[in-house]
């Protein structure tokens, strides 16, 4: 079963910018006017190409064989055997094979979210003898106890390895790592090119 990790907050306004492009596309459409419409698609294309390669295409995938890292303009698959060390900072980063690395894109982490994990993570003073606050269940006080002091990127980092070491310890033999360019985003690029030429040649 796939699980794919990504920044919501990026995938939301990303559809939320798209909607309003496809309205103003319509409305520039109906309302042609000669140059001033033709900047102004150019524009929206340029941006939206922007968008859907920053915070639409981005995410990394765990599939059965291996992590996927979607990233702008690559695709990389790295087999979970294959994964031998995994650090978080601002991005989560895999150590594979001969001193090779995969940074992926997202889910990343702000200075911000990771001082608010580590206030969480902080023990709660307490102030007197009655608990005011509710009473967590089992399974709530379990998920508050796993991210204490954990960003999302930190959980998904521990995903990676606990995934990795259960390979090695089923002597899954380690594949080679595959690597392609995104030629959706190449795509995508190169029809924002255009739109930005036709614009700038046609009077």
């Not at 954990?150 to 998904?156: R, Y």
């Not at 030629?183 to 739109?195: F, H, K, P, R």
Request: proline content about 5%; overall charge positive; cysteine-free.
């Amino acid at each position: 079963m796939k699980q794919t990790y990504r920044s919501k907050t990026a995938y939301v306004l990303a559809w939320v910018w798209l909607a309003f492009v496809a309205f103003n596309v319509w409305d520039l459409i109906s309302k042609y006017n000669g140059k001033p419409s033709l900047v102004a698609l150019a524009v929206l294309g340029a941006l939206t190409a922007l968008t859907y390669v920053i915070a639409l295409r981005p995410a990394t995938v765990f599939t059965e064989a291996g992590l996927v890292g979607r990233n702008p303009i690559r695709t990389t698959f790295v087999p979970w055997a294959s994964i031998e060390d995994v650090t978080v900072s601002h991005a989560i980063t895999i150590h594979y094979g001969e001193e090779q690395v995969l940074r992926l894109w997202t889910p990343m982490s702000s200075a911000r979210e990771r001082a608010k994990a580590q206030r969480r993570g902080m023990p709660k003073p307490q102030r007197s003898r009655f608990r005011t606050e509710p009473t967590l269940s089992k399974g709530e006080q379990a998920a508050a106890e796993a991210f204490a002091g954990k960003t999302h990127a930190d959980w998904v980092g521990d995903q990676i390895r606990e995934r990795a070491e259960s390979a090695r310890r089923r002597d899954d033999a380690a594949a080679p790592v595959r690597a392609a360019w995104s030629y959706d985003s190449i795509v995508v690029l190169a029809v924002a090119v255009v739109l930005v030429v036709v614009a700038i040649v046609i009077p």
